[in-house]
């Protein structure tokens, strides 16, 4: 294997902005699911350096959604979570 083959899952080129980086941080996430409003922080993420602009991984998105349904199932109206890994 050539030596030039750099490792890209750490970091990416931000698919918004196209110019920023994405690096791992964490984010607050909200969603809202009819009348509840859910609001999740550090949320682990990738988040671009230039526009801010986030992405989920698939096992985070799950995550936050069910945290989410939780929240809703308990009728609350505004609920606000840390996520916890
Ligand atoms: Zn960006």
Redesign the pocket.
């Known amino acids: 294997m050539g030596e030039g083959l750099e490792n890209e899952a750490e970091s990416m080129k931000?698919l918004?902005?196209k110019?920023?980086e994405s690096n791992p941080g964490y984010v607050t996430v909200s969603l809202q699911r009819g009348e509840t409003t859910v609001i999740i922080k550090s949320v682990p993420a990738m988040v671009?350096d230039?526009?801010g602009?986030y992405y989920l991984s698939e096992d985070v998105t799950e995550k936050v959604l069910n945290i989410a349904e939780e929240a809703v199932s308990k009728g609350a109206e505004v609920e606000i979570l840390r996520f916890a890994a």
């Open positions: 931000c918004i902005c110019n920023g671009c230039n526009c602009e």
